[in-house]
């Protein structure tokens, strides 16, 4: 059974950090790209970070470059999004994908809400 759990969200201050983790099991994780997406409110779902399934390779939004790192560890079958310097606008349920020719993963979210 797939499944893949994002932990870590929460509500932080503006410019404070955080830090996601998505789980995974149920599947080859080392063979798989990686992402991170993110929906807000009446917005649609969009892709924050991607990560290749060696980790050698990594893609941002330009909205989170600089901010916002993207690794995984394939000894544990994890995913993590470092976010620092968070903004009211990073405000969304983050989402894990995992994909791999046609199979496409996803996780339940986690909500990260960036409040004063």
């Known amino acids: 059974q797939v499944q893949l759990v994002e932990s870590g969200g929460g509500l932080v201050q503006p410019g404070e950090s955080l830090r996601l983790s998505c789980a995974a099991s149920?599947?080859?994780?080392?063979?798989?790209?990686m992402s991170w997406y993110r929906q807000a409110p009446g917005k649609e779902r969009e892709l924050v970070a991607l990560?290749?399934?060696?980790?050698?390779?990594?893609n941002y939004a330009d909205s989170v470059k600089g901010r916002f790192t993207i690794s995984r560890d394939n000894a544990k079958n994890t995913v993590y999004l470092q976010m620092n310097n968070v903004k009211p606008a990073d405000t969304a349920v983050y989402y894990c994908?995992?994909?791999?020719?046609?199979?496409?993963?996803w996780g339940q979210g986690t909500q990260v809400t960036v409040s004063s």
């Open positions: 994908n995992a994909r791999r020719f046609i199979n496409n993963f």
């Open positions: 149920g599947f080859t994780f080392s063979g798989y790209v």
């Open positions: 990560i290749t399934a060696a980790g050698g390779d990594t």
